[in-house]
DNA sequence: ATATTTGTAGACTGATTAGTCAATCATTAT
DNA sequence: ATAATGATTGACTAATCAGTCTACAAATAT
């Protein structure tokens, strides 16, 4: 399964390059080093390609989210984790994470089911829920809190890509930014 | 003139419901009510007509901000009014916000120049820098704070959009809403 | 009135596109 | 060994695309 994966990989980068409309599927083919009829054995359409590509690397995310977010540690321990963690993987998969957000605000994104929504956003809402119940974060409705805390992260993410900064200015900004987002929701 | 808005107006619609890849010219000419040619001369070429729609959407946006905040009021009510605006625009011209983001995560955006970014953000970087100097606004980057309130705005949107408020509702969750932002910044 | 520019039309084109197909090649099962 | 299955190829096609061109109409200038 080594060129399907170099299919993925190369139509990621060209999509984020050049976009959906500017990136055929030749030249996907082509830079990826396998012949036409090959992407289209695996992607019966350019459409599924897109959508797979998509499935799979927001999985990825949010599998990596939840790396050594023990829950026997505190409510703001984990979530600074996650928080912490999310902010990382987006630092060092920029085109991916760029990928998930140029695919959230296209026409595409009304493609996905409901049901996968859901099961991406579930373990995030339960673990916002917990945390309403256990009265440390306020009580508002979780969707609310849910769309707040993406877009804080996303507008973090976007001013650390906006500039070079060092590990260690890097690793300050994004404790303080995590305290400004902590104390808004508690 | 009518026919360039009308162009301009029907390339907007289209373009958030099929997204540029799958929203050929013909169809925007088609569905404008003119020729084919008649875009061509408004338009050199289709990339331009996409780029003017952004500029001049965003500029719409940025002008409907400033309505009404007088700058002999409070800074927090300044702001308040700029926030409030901000949303009241965007659920009231949904498809031209949704496009103003759709274009902002595409690679046309690398093709804005920075003098014409800059000239857009420039009111909103001044405010900041007064707030903080006026001792109201917590002391760090103005950058980092544009960026945080931006995506502040957006998730709020996102939300409201999401489902169907009242107007009543809705202008509790803004408030509310504006509330943890104002708390987060000062 | 006449000339000039500008707006509008739509048929047309050359290039490009997504996707197909028939034919090999590689791998595994029998 | 032989059969069967899946992977891979690249030439091919039918459709579509952005953009051109010629012609004419309307408005404006001289």
Redesign the interface.
């Known amino acids: 399964m080594d060129k399907k994966e170099e299919i993925l990989k190369t139509a990621l980068k060209l999509f984020?390059?050049?976009?959906?409309?500017?990136t055929p599927t030749s030249k996907i083919a082509k830079e990826a080093g396998v012949a036409n009829g090959t992407l289209f054995h695996y992607f019966k359409t350019k459409e599924e390609l897109i959508l797979v590509l998509y499935s799979q690397t927001k999985t990825r995310l949010t599998e990596y989210m939840y790396t050594n977010a023990s829950k026997d540690e505190s409510l703001e321990l984990v979530f600074k984790t996650i928080y912490t963690n999310t902010i990382e993987w987006a630092q060092e998969n920029k085109t991916e994470f760029?990928f998930i957000?140029?695919f959230?605000?296209?026409?595409?994104y009304g493609l996905i089911s409901p049901e996968e929504i859901n099961k991406q956003a579930k373990p995030h809402l339960d673990f916002l829920r917990d945390g309403i119940k256990a009265a440390v974060i306020k009580p508002?409705?979780v969707?609310?809190l849910y769309?707040?805390i993406?877009?804080?992260i996303?507008?973090?993410n976007?001013?650390l890509s906006?500039q070079e900064f060092s590990t260690a200015k890097q690793k300050k900004?994004i404790n303080?930014?995590f305290q400004?987002?902590w104390?808004?929701?508690t």
């Not at 959230?104 to 595409?108: I, K, L, N, R, Y």
């Open positions: 984020v390059e050049f976009g959906f409309h500017a760029y957000q140029q959230s605000t296209s026409p595409f508002m409705p969707d609310l769309t707040l993406n877009s804080h996303a507008g973090i976007q001013y906006s900004i303080e930014s400004l987002l104390d808004m929701i």
